[in-house]
């Protein structure tokens, strides 16, 4: 059995990033047909001239 | 010849154009001279042309060069470094929250441009990678790319991990100082 301690080694170009917290995800989407979208859910973006949802990890907003 | 004067905020009112040149970070509307960017204000006078005193044989144009250039340097800490305030350069760092921009996307992960670290604008990129175990708190197993980010997302995120930083050794004769 092994217990590790340490999360994550980041490579050497990035820094390792994460967006697991509800305040944090994706705060500004466009749409596939190029609009801005608004969030309609904790996972959907909604596009306000074509009505098409798109999935996101959305950020909760403040 | 540029020093700093104050600085500027954009839309400032610097001058009139029939007086003053426009330099980089500026632009003119309605015959005058306005900020575009947030910065110092340095004014670039032009030297006395040079050379034998004028021969009033030829009629030359009036030389626009000899009006004095204003221009606002984009690194604000130009001028903050004059009054001995050194501005930290901020870079990321593990726990601060970052704003950034999805580049790519990939089944295991989503590469993206760090813009912005807590409250400051980055003049440069980093370059960040959220991967599937990354993106949510539950249902890790669960998490696809593609249905979490597309690329030209703007996204909020902290950081968890630099980039793995090598070549840094503590020298143990040094390190000896701070034990004993």
């Known amino acids: ?31 596939e047909a190029g609009n801005a979208m608004y969030p309609v859910s904790w996972k959907e973006y909604k596009d306000p001239e074509t009505g098409e949802s798109e999935s996101r990890k959305v950020a909760k907003p403040f | ?11 400032q009112l610097l001058g009139p154009a029939s007086e003053l040149l426009p330099g980089p970070g500026t632009h003119i509307h309605n015959s005058r001279l306005y900020a575009s960017i947030l910065g ?8 006395k042309p040079q050379g034998p005193s ?5 009629i030359t144009p009036v030389e626009p060069a000899l009006l004095t250039t204003v221009s606002i340097e984009r690194d604000i800490s130009i001028s903050s470094a004059k009054d001995g305030n050194k501005k930290a350069e901020v870079i990321p760092e593990v726990n601060s929250t970052v704003l950034c921009k999805v580049t790519r996307i990939a ?29 949510r708190a539950t249902e890790k197993d669960k998490v696809k790319i593609f249905e979490s980010f597309r690329p030209g997302d703007i996204v909020r995120a902290v950081v968890v991990c630099p980039p793995k930083l090598r070549y840094i050794r503590i020298d143990a004769d040094q390190f000896a100082d701070f034990t004993g």
């Not at chain 1, 990033?17 to 749409?31: D, E, F, H, R, Y």
């Not at chain 2, 010849?1 to 839309?11: F, K, L, T, Y």
């Open chain 1, 1 to 31: 059995m092994l217990t590790n301690l340490q999360i994550s080694l980041g490579d050497q170009s990035n820094y390792y990033l994460s967006t697991a917290s509800n305040n944090l995800g994706v705060i500004m989407a466009t749409s």
């Open chain 2, 107 to 135: 089944p295991k992960q989503a590469s993206v441009s760090i813009l912005v670290v807590g409250e400051t604008v980055l003049d440069g990129e980093w370059q960040g990678m959220i991967r599937t175990q990354d993106v």
């Open chain 2, 40 to 47: 110092p204000i340095s004014k670039t006078t032009p030297p």
């Open chain 2, 54 to 58: 004028k021969r009033l044989t030829k």
């Open chain 2, 1 to 11: 010849m540029a020093q700093a004067i104050s600085i500027a905020v954009p839309g």
